[in-house]
Every structure is written in structure tokens, then in C-alpha cells.
């Protein structure tokens, strides 16, 4: 037979069909707007941005060691991208627009594909515009389960955010870059939510033991958690398990974009009910109820197990390692005298007027040139001096760090630290995963106003 014309083009059009087709077994990941119940009952429901128009996303949920691999589709009016947060991941999946990839424009899409190498608490959202995309809604868990899954009765999910909702249409005020929020604490909201509702209630039973997963999704909002008849331990902090689990006798900081799980047994009588709730200045407010009925056992168990541990590089002696500063300069009360941006000097004034409040070492942008360029393996520390007078939360991606404590002596390890404000904090990392790594404020209108920087890995 003759190869005519006609046939190279038959084939051509079967050969190009195969992708497709291929494209047609991928798990999608869709950024779509919503709508959905956030505000207590009777109020209208809040159009919202999210992953299959959901708030949260559906938790993505595998077994350590395995590979995830989503088509991420972006039907928004905007560009974006998604960041797998605290997942010590290969560098081109990270999600970061302008750094490891670009930001998918609308009604384009982009595969990830990435082995998580830790069990624990993870969640993935937006990366572009995020203070205006984690807001709206575009984030959800990620959990990959140890091998062995330690003895609990539940083990449930608690992703904590907080809205800013007009009081009456309970619709999401869009003031995204209002300069008094960038400038101070970050956007705060007037409404907290778990799991995407307005106090859920979650029925136990009592002496149950549960595994609470709680990840912090709020642009800004520092927690000061406590639980109030449930007794257990904190066990992992940012997906990392602690050595030792510490016992809960009082309230815990959850800020922006951390994680802690914990390990608790049901104490509230039955009937009764327990709760999660969070500690603000004038009193406490309840976030979830634990309605208990019936009882799983006669006596609660007494003992807790560390949860097994991460493949982390080995990290126990920083003494040979170099200290590396960051100040963190600027916001309200601390004004900026002046800072680079776009390669020039300018005034505080000027990067007010651009929407520029803070600085990372005097730069109120992500610079051209890295924080940090090293090499592969080697031991550095980072001490987060904060002259500012607000609390920050420094997140650094592909890695995660141990603290040092006020002693000298190595703490848990975490991927985002809370800097108080006048606090300077250190940590010590092993810079073992190769590629270029975002160091920036999780409070995210602080990021978007400045607080951004990065470091490479070669
Ligand atoms: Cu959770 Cu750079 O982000
Ligand atoms: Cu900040």
C-alpha cells in the first residue's frame, strides 16, 4: 500500500490522541469557585474559591512512600498554582510561580507528580496571589499514613481557618490588599471555621481515643488552642512526630500554615460533650464539639507511643555549622526608614506607596540573588532576628529544620516557626534537597508586602 497523503494525516490524528487519552486517567485537581454553609445557619451560603469548588479540598490521603500525581485545572479568573506545604519534595513540583514553575493561567492546567518521603500532617493550597487565594478558600489536607498506624479509635482532620464575612450577606469582603491589614497583623477574620463549617460537632464516645489532626489554614490568625474534656499529648508538630509526646496541661500556639497532631482520650462524661477551642483576649471561643454518647471502654488508656519516625538527615551537632541572619524590619509602629526594591534604595514612604511595608535583611522583596547558596549536605543555621512589632511565622519549602532552644540544644523538628515579635529565634537545618527554596512570612499579606526571600540548593 501507498502511503498517501490522507494516511500520514489519519495517523498523525491517532497519534495525537494518545495523550489525551493518557490525560484521561489523571486525577484532576480543579480551582473552581463554589458556594457552600460557612456562616452559622440562616445565613446565605459564601461563594468561595476551592479545589472542585470545595472548602476545604478533598484530603488528598496515601501511605508514605508513595507518589502523588494530580492535574491541577485551573478554572479560575486568575492565574495559580499549588504548593504542597511542608512535603520534602522534588524541587519542580513545589509550586512556587516565578521561582519553580509559572503560574497556570486560566483554563490551563499542570501535572504534579512528587513521592511523599515523610508520614504525617501536610496540606496543599494556592501559591499565586495567595492572599487573596488562600482566603477565598484553595487549600485542603494532605496525610500520609505511617506503615504502622499507631492505636487510636479516630483519627480525624481539623482544618482551622478564619473568614472575613460581611456580617450580612456573609459574603468574603474582598479588601485583599488593604494597606492597615499588610501593614499590621495580617487579615483577620471575623469568623472561624473547621472543615470549612461553623462549630462542627464530631461524635465520640467516651475513653474513645483519637488522633486530632489540626492544620492552621488562616491567613494570619495566630491560635491559642486548648481542649476541654479530652486529656492526651501533642505528638507531631508540622507532620514531624515528637521523640517524646508532650502531655497537654495547657493551651498551645497553632500560627498560620503549622500543624500539631494530637493523640487524646475522651474524658467528658456521657452524655457531655468536649471541645477544641481557642483562646483570644476577651475569653474563649469554642471551635468544634466532641458530642459524646455511650462509652468504648470501662477506663481510658493511660499511655501514649511516639509515632515512628521520619527519614530526616541526620542532624545532632550544628556546632561546625554557619549562622546566617535574617531581620525581619518593618510594619506599623516600626516603619520601614527605607529598603531595596527592584534593584534601587527607596523610602519608606515610596514602598508604602507600593504596598510595601516589610523587609527580609532590607530588601522588601524576593531578590534576584538567593539568601543562601549552598551546597548540597551542608549544615547551616538561621537565626530570625524580629525587629518588628508583630509576630511572624517563617516558613521554609523542601526542608524541614529543628529549633534551637534557649539552651543550645536541639528542639522538634518543624517546617514554619513562630517568631514573636522582638523575639529572635534560631534553627538548623540540614540543606540536603537540591533546587530553589521560598523562605517567607506564612502570615500572607506580610509575604505579599515584602517578607519573601529564597535560597538555593546546589
Ligand atoms: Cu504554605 Cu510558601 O507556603
Ligand atoms: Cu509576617
Not at 487549600?139 to 482551622?160: K, N, R, T
Not at 478564619?162 to 468574603?172: G, K
Not at 489554614?217 to 491559642?224: G, I, L, T
Request: hydrophobic share 40%.
Amino acid at each position: 500500500m501507498t502511503v498517501t497523503r490522507r494516511h500520514i494525516l489519519k495517523t498523525a490524528a491517532a497519534f495525537s490522541l494518545l495523550p489525551s487519552l493518557a490525560g484521561a486517567n489523571q486525577i484532576t485537581l480543579t480551582a473552581r469557585t463554589g458556594a457552600q454553609l460557612i456562616a452559622p445557619p440562616g445565613y446565605p451560603e459564601t461563594r468561595v474559591w476551592g479545589f472542585e469548588g470545595r472548602v476545604p479540598g478533598a484530603p488528598i490521603r496515601l501511605s508514605q512512600g508513595a507518589q502523588i500525581s494530580r492535574r491541577l485545572v485551573n478554572e479560575l479568573p486568575q492565574a495559580t498554582s499549588v504548593h504542597w506545604h511542608g512535603i520534602r519534595i522534588d524541587n519542580a513540583m513545589d509550586g512556587v510561580p516565578g521561582l519553580t514553575q509559572e503560574a497556570i493561567p486560566p483554563g490551563q492546567s499542570f501535572d504534579y507528580h512528587f513521592k511523599v518521603p515523610d508520614a504525617g500532617t501536610y496540606w496543599y493550597h494556592a501559591h499565586n496571589q495567595s492572599v487573596e487565594q488562600v482566603a477565598r478558600g484553595l487549600y485542603g489536607p494532605l496525610i500520609v499514613d505511617e506503615s504502622e498506624a499507631p492505636d487510636v479509635d479516630q483519627d480525624l482532620v481539623l482544618m482551622l481557618d478564619d473568614w472575613r464575612l460581611d456580617p450580612e450577606t456573609a459574603q468574603i469582603t474582598e479588601d485583599f490588599d488593604n494597606s492597615h491589614d499588610l501593614s499590621h497583623a495580617g487579615r483577620l477574620g471575623n469568623l472561624v471555621s473547621v472543615n470549612g463549617s461553623f462549630d462542627p460537632i464530631f461524635p465520640v464516645s467516651r475513653h474513645q481515643r483519637l488522633r486530632l489532626r489540626l492544620i492552621n489554614a488562616a491567613n494570619a490568625r495566630v491560635f491559642v488552642l486548648g481542649i476541654e474534656g479530652l486529656a492526651g499529648w501533642i505528638v507531631a508538630l508540622d507532620g514531624m512526630p515528637l521523640d517524646q509526646p508532650i502531655p497537654i496541661d495547657d493551651t498551645f500556639p497553632l500560627a498560620p500554615a503549622q500543624r500539631v497532631d494530637l493523640v487524646v482520650d475522651v474524658s467528658a462524661d456521657d452524655p457531655g460533650t468536649a471541645s477544641l477551642f481557642s483562646q483570644e483576649r476577651n475569653g474563649s471561643f469554642g471551635l468544634a464539639r466532641f458530642v459524646v454518647s455511650g462509652q468504648a471502654t470501662s477506663r481510658p488508656r493511660t499511655d501514649v507511643r511516639p509515632l515512628p519516625p521520619n527519614p530526616l538527615p541526620d542532624l545532632v551537632d550544628t556546632t561546625q555549622a554557619s549562622i546566617h541572619r535574617m531581620t525581619l524590619q518593618g510594619g506599623a509602629m516600626r516603619w520601614l526608614e527605607s529598603a531595596r526594591l527592584g534593584g534601587t534604595e527607596l523610602s519608606g514612604r515610596e514602598l508604602a506607596q507600593l504596598g510595601r511595608f516589610w523587609a527580609l535583611n532590607g530588601i522588601a522583596e524576593r531578590p534576584d540573588d538567593p539568601f543562601l547558596d549552598v551546597e548540597k549536605g551542608s549544615v547551616h543555621q538561621i537565626e530570625f532576628v524580629n525587629e518588628t512589632a508583630f509576630a511572624h511565622a517563617m516558613h521554609l519549602h523542601g526542608h524541614h529544620f529543628r529549633l534551637i532552644l534557649a539552651d543550645g540544644s536541639l528542639g522538634p523538628w518543624r517546617d514554619t516557626v513562630l517568631v514573636e515579635r522582638g523575639e529572635t529565634r534560631k534553627i538548623a537545618l540540614v540543606a540536603d534537597n537540591p533546587g530553589n527554596w521560598l523562605l517567607h512570612c506564612h502570615m500572607l499579606g506580610h509575604a505579599a508586602s515584602g517578607m519573601m526571600s529564597w535560597f538555593r540548593v546546589t
